[in-house]
């Protein structure tokens, strides 16, 4: 079983999926992805999930982001599933669910903890890069359904960062002010920073959301 660490290439796959056959690779092209993963058809909690990520679809579709989930089920069953989260969610969830019945891209991804459950994937979440790194890993328990608030925020912040020489504080959210790197001299940074640099610390050094 693999173990996947933040930095290193999201392993590529050719699945079956709610959609038919589907490459990862292939499926992102040159934007941002999000690959989460769900124990198992008809239960209470995927449910909820899948219709809310179809509820944000539009806010991933703005930063470029496509969604894809998977659990250890087979295709047939989840295309009945889906019909259960329109109904009961009151949505449409049009993204791939990958059917991973062999759990090949469930070991792949390390998406099955045998302390938690030895058949069902963990609520893993994956973002990954346009360069197909990996730069967010979450797992949740079975029990526990994830925020998309959450990962709007992270999604934010990772596309805010990657193009910027800044990091986001606790609890940032968009257009919030936003760190200045350390690797910054903070003559530099005012330089860098047309909007201007508040030093709270020679280490912390503040400026307003560069985007905003």
Same mark, same amino acid.
């Not at 047939?76 to 090949?104: G, L, M, R």
């Not at 990996?134 to 998309?148: D, E, H, M, Q």
């Not at 005012?190 to 640099?197: Q, W």
């Given at each position: 079983?693999?173990?996947?660490?933040?930095?290193?290439?999201?392993?590529?796959?050719?699945?079956?999926?709610? /959609?038919?056959?589907?490459? /990862?690779?292939?499926?992102?092209?040159?934007?941002?992805?999000?690959?989460?993963?769900?124990?198992?058809?008809?239960?209470?909690?995927?449910?909820?999930?899948?219709?809310?990520?179809?509820?944000?679809?539009?806010?991933?579709?703005?930063?470029?982001?496509?969604?894809?989930?998977?659990? @250890?089920?087979?295709?047939?069953?989840?295309?009945?599933?889906?019909?259960?989260?329109?109904?009961?969610?009151?949505?449409? @969830?049009?993204?791939?669910?990958?059917?991973?019945?062999?759990? =090949?891209?469930?070991?792949? %991804?390390?998406?099955?903890?045998?302390?938690?459950?030895?058949?069902?994937? @963990? !609520?893993?979440?994956?973002?990954?890069?346009?360069?197909?790194?990996? =730069? #967010?890993?979450?797992? %949740?328990?079975?029990?526990? $359904? !994830?925020?998309?608030?959450? /990962? #709007?925020?992270?999604?934010?912040? #990772?596309?805010?960062?990657? %193009?910027?020489?800044?990091?986001?504080?606790?609890?940032?959210?968009?257009?919030?002010?936003?760190? @200045?790197?350390?690797?910054?001299?903070?003559?530099?940074? =005012?330089?860098?920073?047309? =909007? $201007?640099?508040?030093?709270?610390?020679? %280490?912390? !050094?503040?400026?307003?959301?560069?985007?905003?």
């Amino acid at each position: 079983m693999a173990t996947i660490r933040l930095g290193d290439m999201a392993p590529d796959f050719t699945a079956d999926s709610s /959609l038919g056959m589907i490459n /990862l690779y292939d499926y992102l092209g040159d934007g941002w992805g999000i690959l989460f993963s769900h124990p198992a058809d008809f239960t209470p909690v995927c449910t909820t999930e899948l219709g809310t990520a179809s509820k944000f679809k539009d806010e991933f579709a703005k930063r470029n982001v496509k969604m894809m989930a998977l659990s @250890v089920d087979g295709a047939a069953s989840h295309n009945e599933w889906i019909q259960d989260i329109n109904e009961t969610q009151n949505t449409k @969830v049009d993204f791939p669910i990958i059917a991973d019945e062999d759990k =090949k891209v469930s070991n792949m %991804y390390d998406m099955i903890h045998p302390n938690a459950d030895n058949n069902l994937t @963990v !609520r893993s979440v994956f973002i990954i890069a346009p360069d197909k790194t990996v =730069k #967010l890993i979450i797992t %949740y328990p079975a029990s526990t $359904g !994830r925020n998309f608030h959450e /990962l #709007l925020r992270v999604i934010d912040s #990772l596309q805010l960062t990657a %193009y910027h020489k800044v990091a986001t504080p606790a609890n940032w959210n968009h257009g919030e002010d936003v760190v @200045v790197s350390p690797a910054i001299a903070t003559e530099d940074a =005012k330089k860098i920073f047309s =909007k $201007g640099v508040t030093e709270v610390k020679p %280490y912390l !050094r503040m400026t307003p959301d560069p985007t905003a």
